[in-house]
């Protein structure tokens, strides 16, 4: 069995990535822990496949028209990327943030907002919410750009507070109002021809164009406004800045962070009602928001060092989201090294799995947690995680199956197979029943060295794809 | 006595359009010997309707669309050129099938030829595609980092080059172009220069290097030649049109300047409530992010091109294949004295 120190490494670049292999977790482990944590939160990304590469064989991947496109592309920066943590945090905040294709029919603007992510997702969480307030998607999904002086729309406003910073229970309606009229005059550039083209899915007459903030001061009510106890002729920054500094703010943040990257909290709604799974770890992070000035990566360099993340209670508890399942499998499989025309059919599978990105079903975002998995959806991941690592062609398998082979030497048992396997799939850690499970395979198709055929590998390691360990992270 | 040289934008044609009258994604473009224009639709891998090819002419007629996305006869997946012979007959390069078609100009599926492979008569992403004066074609077998030649029937005639970086090296090269004076250039997209050969595949010079400055290209997808030698590139990487002079000295560039087509203005007078909208907009202006970031400017402002993929000389005009704004730009170059 893998040292724990393998393990923890593999549990941590589970959950800051989409999962390493052995090779990989031997390398981070000689670094140390914490160096890796270090190197995580302050390395920028390689991507093995640039930009250019994709855009000439996939033009659609990078200036998207459609729906689906700027979700492939962002998956195969997943995939592609030699630290994927950067994507990983665009995932958390797109959860969060949730901003659908359903009503902006632009995908540009879509990819923009995820970079925007990538760009401001681990810095000061008061840019973050600006950003986020200026950002053309955000504005044409809740309707910001329809917020006028004397007539306002309050669905920002109240999203800002319910969903994206407070949460219910911290704010009256009254506050939620004099938020809207905060953020009167914060609107897209040409907005009456970019909604037009989004209201009637018009790509004419050359495609779709992307889009920018405009603030127009004729539009702003700049009167005074009374939010949360304090009072001033507020704009939109004043009252991101008031919002930053509440409790309820740094505990609703702290409780997305924990649920994302330690445990799988409740959904959402159910907050003011269910206390958090670690209260005391909520606390922390908490004091560490204040603490680091709001500062996103700060509270995650004190998470992934804690004792609350580094235990093993923890370990394997989440379930994987659709796209961490993929983008994990696909990681390991290593079969779209360079662009192809199966990428969007493999991409697609995260929708049948009930994420679709970039087009989220509600401004809450997904359900995580249990909530991935239903009859329906089970059969689509146990389908597509068996299929693509029982393939022996892929690159990624090929190399796995041909380390199983030499490693095995003249040392063969069942036990020592399922071992091997288990670590080089990323130091996997499988219950009694499952390992008895892969005991009683071995038992009946493999007696010794000789029956280490690609075949008989290949259905182990499609057995390996179908159970419920590997369904988690 | 100086002369200063520029090209100017005559008009625009062409609108996105996933079916019939458009484009979508159009990578390349050919005329056969009536002047009609066949538009190669690249099309995209979650709406395949745009992989078709779009029949029109100089003063934006429309006369039809054929082919489609699939493995028959006929069909393609990733077409990525289109040239035509001497005798009418249209060649589809299709990189991801590893094939040739031949149609007749109404559609008529003729033959095909060649698979995946690295041997004679095989291909590992068939691009660019062009015919010299003799009828034989010239195909850039791009991830083979080579030029395969054949006859007007698909036989195979000879080969040169390799994939490397040296000169007369190819790496992921994309579009070829036949100049009078028996001289090919091709693109080489992936070692950012146009590379300039005999037809029997003797290196001659290559031109550019790589950059984002004026007389430097970045992934250049294709060149014409004037009828003074001259150098047109499609600038892919930097999305702009740029000019060198026969002894590879840089003259000019331009960044786009599409209009209205006439498509596209039939398209807005018939939907008054986006044509009113679009002319209270303001369609050029300034931001910080397009600071060496083009690709984000040209999403932005719709007149500049967007990932041009082919250039064609016609009659004194220069057609660009302005591909992720679906349309086709048109120019001419003017001297003045």
Known sequence: MSSNEILLMAHLMRRVGFGSTKDELNKYVKKGYDNQVDEILDLEPNYEVSTHMINRYQPDYESPMGSSANGATWLYRMVWSDFPFKDKISLFWHGIFATGYAKLANGYVLADQIKMFSNYGLGNYQDLLLQLSKDPAMIIWLDNCESHKGAINENYGRELLELFSMGTGNYTEKDIKEVARAFTGWTIANKDYMTAKSQRDSVWPYGRLAMHFEYKEDDHDGDEKTFLGETGKFNGEDIIEIICKQKA??????????????????????????????????????????????????????????????????????????????????????????????????????????????????????????????????????????????????????????????????????????????????????????????????????????????????????????MPEYQRT | MTTSFKIESRKTMGIAAMQGRGFYYPFDLSFDSNNRIYVLGRGHDYDTRGCRITVMDMNEEYHGTFASFGTQDGQFMWPSSIAISNSDKIYVSDEYLNKITIMTTEGKFISSFGQFGKGDGEFDGPNGLVFDNENKLYIVDHRNGRIQVFDEEGN???????????????????????????????????????????????FVRSVGSKGDQEENILHPSSCAIDDKGNIYISDWGNHKLKVFDKEGDFLCSNRGEATLSEWAKDFLNTNVEEKEARLKSKLVFELESFKNDPFNESAHIEKLFWCPTSLTFHKGNLLIVDSSRHRIQVYNKVYKI
Do not use: C
């Open chain 1, 249 to 466: 703010t740094a505990k609703f943040i702290s409780r997305h962070i924990y649920s994302f990257f330690v445990e799988d909290e409740p959904p959402v709604p159910e907050w003011p009602y269910k206390k958090p799974n670690n209260p005391e770890a909520i606390e922390a992070l908490s004091e560490v928001y204040f603490d680091k000035g709001y500062n996103i990566k700060e509270m995650l360099r004190f998470l992934f060092k804690s004792k609350f993340f580094k235990s093993e209670k923890v370990w394997n508890k989440r379930v994987k989201s659709p796209i961490e399942l993929v983008a994990g499998t696909l990681r390991i499989t290593k079969e779209f090294h360079r662009p192809d025309k199966e990428q969007s059919l493999t991409n697609s599978h995260t929708q049948f799995m009930g994420q679709h990105a970039m087009n989220p079903p509600s401004v809450e975002g997904w359900h995580w947690g249990t909530e991935w998995l239903d009859s329906g959806t089970v059969v689509e991941r146990v389908n597509f995680s068996s299929s693509k690592l029982g393939n022996v062609n892929n690159l990624g398998i090929r190399k796995i199956i041909d380390n199983i082979k030499s490693n095995i030497s003249n040392q063969f048992t069942p036990e020592f197979l399922i071992e091997i396997v288990l670590e080089e799939l990323g130091a996997i850690i499988v219950s009694k029943t499952t390992k008895e499970t892969l005991n009683d395979f071995v038992k009946s198709k493999i007696d010794s060295e000789k029956d280490l055929t690609d075949d008989n590998l290949s259905e182990f390691l499609q057995l390996v794809g179908a």
């Open chain 2, 156 to 202: 195979f005639i000879q080969k040169f080059s390799s994939q490397g970086t040296s000169e007369g090296n190819l790496y992921l090269p994309w579009g070829i172009t036949f100049h009078s004076d028996d001289r090919l250039y091709v693109s080489d997209w992936g070692n950012h220069r146009i590379q300039e050969f005999t037809t029997n595949g003797e």
